[in-house]
């Protein structure tokens, strides 16, 4: 199981140990990670888990398709590695991730 490392937005670190196939958000949530919401479930409709992807991991990722954009633009704080982590799905290369998230969802 990768080692995903979500970072809040005053630099405590916590580990988790993700599933591959479930998503960023969804191992936050499952783990009682604060600072993302989720508050959708997960249906990229309400950008509660806004975060961002550290720049050494975005190319395994993926791209945001245009309904993950467009829900990116009603975030605050947006950054150019700014994602919604229900739209990032784990993998076994993801191994190491490190995930920040913003001051506020909201």
């Known amino acids: 199981m990768p080692?995903?490392?979500y970072t809040s937005h005053d630099g405590n670190i916590q580990e988790v140990h993700a599933e591959?196939?479930?998503?960023?958000?969804q191992a936050a949530v499952d783990n009682g990670i604060d600072g993302i919401l989720g508050e959708c479930g997960g249906s990229c409709s309400c950008a509660t888990c806004h975060c961002y992807v550290d720049p050494a991991w975005v190319a395994k990722t993926g791209e945001a398709d245009s309904t993950e954009n467009e829900m990116l633009e009603c975030v605050l704080e947006p950054q150019?590695?700014?994602?919604?982590?229900c739209?990032?799905?784990i993998t076994d290369?993801?191994?190491g991730m490190i995930i920040s998230m913003p001051?506020?969802?909201y």
Request: charged share 20%; proline share 0%; aromatic share 4%.
């Open 3 to 5: 080692l995903i490392f």
């Open 20 to 25: 591959v196939g479930s998503s960023i958000m």
């Open 80 to 85: 150019e590695t700014s994602r919604l982590s």
């Open 87 to 89: 739209q990032i799905i």
């Open 93 to 95: 290369e993801m191994d």
């Open 103 to 105: 001051k506020s969802q």
